[in-house]
Each structure stands twice: as structure tokens, then as C-alpha cells.
């Protein structure tokens, strides 16, 4: 039921990854009121147990705070969904990668069947959708809302909901939720260059190490500038991406320069001090142009679907180390820019606030905990049979069966992992991640030779 003026709006988030908590979290808290009526919104964050499982390192560094947190199974969290009948939540944000969207839709389907009092599901994108459109976008089908990040994310996921014949009426236009912080009032003493890298993007070795040193060797022809490295994750951790060839080590060994650094912590409090923020394809681009702090998109290794720099084409942004080190200061389009949602003072469709980008949504949640005879049941566009031969693969990697429900033996433990549990948990972790940072990237070599 709607909250009321004596309630707090209870909202729970599904997460993955760091980086799907950060936006999940700061999701619900933009998009569940901005009702003074409402005097707070209570926060349970649900982690997903998997490979980017979040230390808690890297959740002190989102800095999101939660009423509560802990880690589950898809199968507990789905069990967690089905308890809370006498209490439910209000508001549920699925911040998932697509396949566990789907399965997760399927899954509450079965466990709420045909209960009209039930949360409003929503779900979105992390950041910039430069890949997989049609693919993610129909695994989101189904949630009450799918968030477009921009104008332009909103008239592409309509086009394609309404391209399949799937009903388009859930997508609506918000902006990138972690958006914000002090706009850019001119350089710094020193003057700051930060590279934003990426886990993925560019993926070989070779690539990664062009792009290292050239980042070095800008900072021996300035002397005068502080050089920032700005990384993802430590070794051993996992993002949302997997990082086979952390940057921290491919610097190992290298004679640094004075002015260069490695650095960690939270994106914002690094562009505090930023003058120049310089990427491949980072969803830190929009965070720099938000603040308009100027910004540039590497066209070096070329202007590519593979690497999402091509989804900058049009921006202003576009450049080459060559032309940095030469001292080319770029300037965005204000057309590109008020398109993609991001624009400090701004506009993310029709010249409100960025504050305002976030209303269309609250009202569509306020409509929709208000609809007579409450919800309906959730409907997503993949189904046994407009997907027979897709859906059943993507339920079992989360050990749910066709109809939705838990398959025989699908770990769902309701207590917490006792001592031994949680040391195998790490070490099976562990051991996940040296194959994918050590002996991944040596079988691939030997495949190319």
C-alpha cells in the first residue's frame, strides 16, 4: 500500500555489483518521494551472492547508507519477497544485469502469483547503453518501470519494446541518479588531469598498455600538472565488469613519474579536483560534463562499437593523447549533452532541474501504489513460449526452474554462513579470480600464437 503521512516508504534493492548498488541505491532514494508528507524512506539492501559480490571496502566507497544489508541467494531473496506479505515493500529496484532482471521478474511472478498488493518493480541501467540494446532491454520487460537514463535511451527502449509488439507504457525518462557535486569554476592549482579507467574497456593487454603509457608520458611533458590514475577496484576485487589486466599491475615496475599517481576512493570527490577527466568510454564522462568540467573521450585505439566510445560521437568530446599533450582543451555540444540527460543547471528533457528529471517517475510509482485493485501481475515479454529455447537457460543460472520456481536443491539457506562456510566462500573467490586475472589471460596468449 502507498506510504503514508504517519509512514515510511519502505524500499528494498536487488544489487550485483558495486557498482549496481550505487545506482540502485541512489535510484530508490531519487524516485521513491519528494513528499514532505513522507517523513523518511527506510533502505534494505539485498546483495546478490556471486563473482562481484561487494567487499566491504568497496561499499564504504559508494557510500551509500542502507536500514539494513546482507547477502543472498537469488532463491533467499525471493523467499525474503514471499515473507514479507504483512509488511511489504512499497518500492523493489532490481539492479541487476539483465539475465538476473529476468530471472528475478519470473521468480517474484511465481512467488507473488496473482497478488495485486505488491511492490512496484523497477529496474534500469547503470549508465550508458552502448551495447546488447534489444537483448538487455527485453530481459528488463516485465518490471512496473524501466528507467531511460536520457531522451534519447527513452525514444530507443520504446522503439524496441514497441518493434517485438511488447508494451512500451513502463519505460520512463530519469537521468543518472550519482549525478551532481560542485559544478567547475576554473583550473586548479595544480592543474589535474584524471584518467577514469575501466575494467573492460579496452580489453587486451597491449591496448591497456598503450593507454598507461601515454598517460605517463603526459605527465613528463607536463611537469606543472598532477597526473591521477583513477581506478576501479583493488586486485582481487570485482566490478560489475571483470578486470583481467588491472592497470595497477602493468604500472608495476614502471619508472613513474613524480606527478603521476594511482588513486581509489569515491568518483565525486576526485572530479572535486579535476580540470581535464579523460577516458575511453566511463560512465565518468557524464558525471565530468554534468559539472562541466571539460572532458575527453579517447579516440586513439579508434571510434568503435567494442569499446562504447562510439555512443560519444556528436559530443565535442572526441580527441587523441597527441592532441592533449599538445594542449587541445575540448568543448561539448549542448545538444548532445541536454540529450543525454546531464547538464549542470541544466536540462534532462525540457528545461527543468536535474532535480526535476526524477518527478515523471515518482508520479508513475505514486499512480501505480494508488491503482484500484492494486497491481496486476508482473507480465514480461520472454516466456516459455515466445522464448523456448532462451528463457529456460537463463532461470537455471539462477537456479529457478521454467515456471519461475526453485529447481531442486537450489541453495537457499536462511541463516547466515557460519565460519567454515565463509572461508570456502572466499576461497572459492579467490580462486575465481586468479583464474580470471592470471591464468585466463596466459591460456589466451598461448591461443594466439
Not at 511488447?166 to 525518462?173: K, R
Not at 579516440?299 to 560519444?312: K, Q, V
Request: net charge neutral; charged share 25%; aromatic share 6%.
Amino acid at each position: 500500500m502507498p506510504a503514508s503521512a504517519t509512514k515510511s516508504l519502505r524500499v528494498a534493492v536487488l544489487a550485483d555489483s558495486d557498482t549496481r548498488w550505487k545506482w540502485g541505491a541512489l535510484t530508490a532514494s531519487r524516485i521513491a518521494s519528494n513528499d514532505s508528507t513522507v517523513p523518511d524512506i527506510r533502505l534494505d539492501g539485498y546483495l546478490l551472492r556471486g563473482r562481484a559480490t561487494p567487499t566491504a571496502r568497496q561499499l564504504r566507497e559508494v557510500g551509500v547508507h542502507a536500514d539494513s544489508l546482507r547477502e543472498v541467494t537469488a532463491v533467499e531473496f525471493l523467499r525474503a519477497m514471499d515473507r514479507e506479505a504483512e509488511e511489504q515493500y512499497d518500492v523493489l529496484v532490481l539492479a541487476l544485469v539483465g539475465g538476473g532482471v529476468q530471472a528475478m521478474l519470473h521468480g517474484l511472478r511465481h512467488v507473488w502469483g496473482e497478488r495485486a498488493e505488491r511492490p512496484v518493480v523497477v529496474t534500469g541501467y547503470v549508465g550508458v547503453v552502448y551495447e546488447k540494446l534489444a537483448d538487455g532491454l527485453l530481459l528488463r520487460h516485465g518490471a512496473d518501470i524501466v528507467l531511460a537514463n536520457s531522451r534519447q535511451d527513452a525514444d530507443r527502449f520504446r522503439d524496441v519494446y514497441e518493434g517485438v509488439g511488447a508494451d512500451a507504457s513502463s519505460v520512463t525518462e530519469v537521468a543518472l541518479p550519482f549525478l551532481g557535486g560542485k559544478p567547475y569554476t576554473g583550473e586548479h592549482e595544480p592543474y589535474t588531469v584524471v584518467f577514469a579507467a575501466q575494467p573492460s574497456v579496452p580489453e587486451t593487454r597491449k591496448d591497456r598498455t598503450y593507454l598507461l603509457n601515454r598517460l605517463i608520458e603526459h605527465a613528463r611533458k607536463h611537469p606543472e600538472r598532477e597526473v591521477l590514475l583513477k581506478l576501479r577496484s583493488r586486485p582481487g576485487e570485482h566490478t560489475t565488469h571483470i578486470e583481467e589486466l588491472p592497470y595497477q599491475k602493468l604500472a608495476q615496475g614502471k619508472d613513474l613519474p613524480a606527478n603521476f599517481s594511482l588513486v581509489y576512493g569515491h568518483m565525486g570527490e576526485v572530479l572535486d579536483r579535476t580540470d581535464l577527466l579523460v577516458t575511453v568510454s566511463s560512465t565518468a564522462a557524464l558525471e565530468a560534463l554534468h559539472r562541466r568540467v571539460p572532458t575527453v573521450v579517447l579516440s586513439d585505439l579508434g571510434i568503435r562499437e567494442a569499446l562504447g566510445n562510439h555512443h560519444f560521437v556528436g559530443s565535442g568530446c572526441l580527441a587523441s593523447w597527441d592532441q592533449l599533450d599538445a594542449g587541445h582543451r575540448p568543448v561539448p555540444d549542448e545538444q548532445w549533452v541536454a540529450r543525454q540527460g546531464v547538464a549542470a543547471g541544466g536540462t534532462p528533457s525540457e528545461g527543468g532541474s536535474y532535480e526535476r528529471a526524477f518527478d515523471a517517475a515518482r508520479e508513475r510509482i505514486t499512480e501505480l501504489l494508488a491503482r484500484p485493485g492494486g497491481l496486476p501481475p508482473l507480465n514480461p515479454y520472454y516466456t516459455t513460449e515466445t522464448a523456448p529455447g532462451y528463457l529456460p537457460g537463463i532461470l537455471a543460472r539462477h537456479h529457478l526452474g521454467p515456471d519461475g520456481a526453485p529447481l531442486p536443491g537450489a541453495p537457499a539457506s536462511d541463516k547466515a554462513p557460519g565460519p567454515v562456510r565463509q572461508i570456502v566462500r572466499r576461497a572459492a573467490r579467490g580462486a575465481y579470480r586468479h583464474g580470471v586475472q592470471r591464468v585466463a589471460p596466459v591460456i589466451r596468449r598461448m591461443g594466439e600464437l
